[in-house]
């Protein structure tokens, strides 16, 4: 069930985190913005570059629970919810085969100037804001991951300050991993990131709507 009276703050922060890490890890122009700022800056710009998209990601996050939150009366069904959790599957796997096929495309160079901190974050905020269909995402993976808990403001809070925090767990690890290997990396390398991510959302995303079939899930 999606709703119930006890909630487990523990599990759901834990699918918060996981929800953090998904959004935030494809290559796309932001993930490539915070490479090249990372490589050409340095890590301090890469990472508040990732801090501006994390806070992008938890507004579209927010938005998209209270929308869900909305329509309780009938997302609670259960007959509903197992055509959500379906329809979560299929949209996660479809993602997945769209990372797996698409090539990242570079946004503009940036230029030699460094910049504030202050201005490489507001950048990063301001291109994830621009692209709102990471609400078909998140509408996915809270479907998928059982993650809207109506009636339950801390637990929530809570919960979507774990997306924020998975979000910045990713941008942290994303650039300090770029921070060795940065005379190695390669746009090959980062295209194949992608087709092993996109992968792998694909085989969770099957193996879950064939477990939600047998009412495993």
């Not at 495309?105 to 940036?110: L, R």
């Not at 940065?182 to 194949?192: P, Y």
């Given at each position: 069930?999606?709703?119930v009276?006890?909630?487990d703050v523990?599990?759901?922060?834990?699918?918060g985190?996981?929800?953090g890490?998904?959004?935030?890890?494809?290559m796309?122009?932001?993930g490539?913005l915070?490479?090249?700022?990372t490589l050409k800056?340095?890590r301090?710009?890469?990472f508040?570059?990732g801090?501006?998209a994390a806070?992008?990601d938890i507004v579209?996050?927010?938005?998209?629970g209270?929308?869900?939150?909305?329509?309780l009366?009938f997302?609670e069904?259960?007959?509903?919810m197992?055509?959500?959790?379906?329809?979560g599957s299929?949209m996660l796997?479809?993602?997945g085969?769209?990372?797996?096929k698409?090539?990242?495309?570079?946004?503009?160079a940036p230029?030699g100037?460094?910049?504030?901190?202050?201005?490489?974050?507001?950048?990063g905020?301001l291109?994830?804001?621009s692209?709102?269909?990471?609400v078909?995402l998140f509408v996915a993976l809270?479907a998928?991951l059982n993650?809207?808990?109506p009636?339950?403001l801390w637990?929530?809070?809570?919960?979507?300050?774990?997306?924020?925090g998975?979000?910045l767990?990713w941008?942290?690890?994303l650039?300090s991993a770029l921070?060795?290997?940065?005379?190695?990396?390669?746009m090959e390398?980062?295209?194949?990131f992608?087709?092993?991510l996109?992968?792998?959302?694909?085989?969770?995303?099957g193996i879950?709507?064939?477990?939600t079939?047998m009412?495993?899930l």
């Amino acid at each position: 069930m999606m709703f119930v009276h006890s909630v487990d703050v523990i599990d759901l922060m834990l699918r918060g985190l996981i929800i953090g890490i998904i959004a935030s890890a494809p290559m796309g122009p932001i993930g490539i913005l915070v490479v090249q700022r990372t490589l050409k800056k340095g890590r301090l710009y890469g990472f508040a570059t990732g801090v501006g998209a994390a806070i992008s990601d938890i507004v579209y996050a927010i938005i998209t629970g209270l929308g869900m939150g909305l329509v309780l009366d009938f997302i609670e069904k259960p007959s509903t919810m197992l055509y959500l959790r379906l329809v979560g599957s299929v949209m996660l796997f479809f993602f997945g085969l769209w990372m797996f096929k698409s090539k990242p495309a570079t946004p503009h160079a940036p230029s030699g100037k460094l910049g504030t901190v202050t201005h490489n974050g507001v950048t990063g905020f301001l291109l994830t804001l621009s692209n709102p269909l990471i609400v078909f995402l998140f509408v996915a993976l809270f479907a998928r991951l059982n993650f809207v808990v109506p009636n339950h403001l801390w637990e929530q809070t809570l919960g979507y300050a774990a997306i924020f925090g998975g979000s910045l767990l990713w941008w942290a690890c994303l650039t300090s991993a770029l921070r060795t290997m940065k005379a190695r990396l390669q746009m090959e390398t980062i295209n194949i990131f992608n087709r092993l991510l996109g992968a792998l959302v694909m085989a969770v995303s099957g193996i879950g709507f064939i477990l939600t079939l047998m009412g495993k899930l």
